[in-house]
């Protein structure tokens, strides 16, 4: 699979990259927690993260005064295994070189399946601030190396949280699994309760 770079033209379908903030300090922080090499961690708010300058500048500049949650999405991947999106963008920033594969939402058929085929790999380098939009499809990076990767999570808050309803068991959303995330899982990974909707190959890299 071609790697293709955040600052190519065709990353524009999918999101941005994100110049202007600091993000030294937040970075730093992120480096304190575990990045497991077996597995793959994921923590959607931390009040250390959250406590940084940077993530006040993140609440008025890339969400507009909106509530954040600042979390971190840390571990050793090389598959797909699934795709979600949310009803609003994400901002990822990356500690080391990581791979983002992504799909385009407006792909997904009406029986909301998707073909895998159509995912593209991204390079996110360290340092690397982006936002991925509403419309992405996404899931956890990729590891660029042998060390595994560790990534900043900038979501709307409560985002990824546990339902306090009962989504209805059709249409899209049977693709509800967490607030504000919809997902579409590939049988392979064995995402227990998720749709298994993804058609094809679980891309490996």
Same mark, same amino acid.
């Given at each position: 699979?071609?790697?293709?770079?955040?600052?190519?033209?065709?990353?524009?379908?999918?999101?941005?990259?994100?110049?202007?903030?600091?993000?030294?300090?937040?970075?730093?922080? %992120?480096?304190? !927690?575990?990045?497991?090499?077996? &597995?793959?961690? =994921?923590?959607? *708010?931390?009040?250390?993260?959250?406590? @940084? /300058?940077?993530?006040?500048?993140?609440?008025?500049?890339?969400?507009?005064?909106?509530?954040?949650?600042?979390?971190?999405?840390?571990?050793?991947?090389?598959?797909?295994?699934?795709?979600?999106?949310?009803?609003?963008?994400?901002?990822?920033?990356?500690?080391?070189?990581?791979?983002?594969? %992504?799909?385009? !939402?407006?792909?997904?058929?009406? &029986?909301?399946? =998707?073909?895998? *085929?159509?995912?593209?790999?991204?390079? @996110? /380098?360290?340092?690397?601030?982006?936002?991925?939009?509403?419309?992405?499809?996404?899931?956890?990076?990729?590891?660029?190396?042998?060390?595994?990767?560790?990534?900043?999570?900038?979501?709307?808050?409560?985002?990824?949280?546990?339902?306090?309803?009962?989504?209805?068991?059709?249409?899209?959303?049977?693709?509800?699994?967490?607030?504000?995330?919809?997902?579409?899982?590939?049988?392979?990974?064995?995402?227990?309760?998720?749709?298994?909707?993804?058609?094809?190959?679980?891309?490996?890299?």
């Amino acid at each position: 699979m071609e790697i293709q770079k955040v600052t190519d033209a065709s990353f524009g379908a999918y999101g941005k990259v994100l110049t202007g903030y600091d993000c030294t300090e937040l970075l730093e922080a %992120l480096k304190q !927690q575990p990045c497991p090499m077996d &597995d793959v961690v =994921y923590v959607p *708010s931390m009040e250390a993260l959250e406590a @940084l /300058p940077v993530a006040e500048e993140l609440k008025k500049r890339a969400y507009g005064g909106l509530p954040i949650q600042v979390g971190y999405c840390n571990g050793n991947n090389k598959k797909l295994n699934a795709v979600e999106y949310h009803r609003s963008s994400e901002v990822d920033i990356a500690e080391n070189d990581l791979i983002l594969l %992504l799909g385009r !939402q407006q792909d997904i058929e009406a &029986d909301h399946t =998707y073909d895998t *085929s159509k995912i593209e790999a991204f390079h @996110l /380098p360290a340092g690397t601030a982006v936002e991925l939009y509403a419309t992405t499809l996404h899931y956890a990076p990729c590891s660029a190396g042998e060390e595994g990767f560790r990534c900043v999570i900038v979501l709307p808050k409560d985002t990824n949280l546990e339902l306090d309803f009962e989504p209805l068991k059709e249409g899209e959303d049977k693709l509800i699994t967490a607030k504000n995330k919809w997902l579409i899982a590939h049988e392979d990974a064995k995402i227990a309760g998720a749709f298994c909707g993804l058609k094809g190959e679980n891309i490996s890299l």
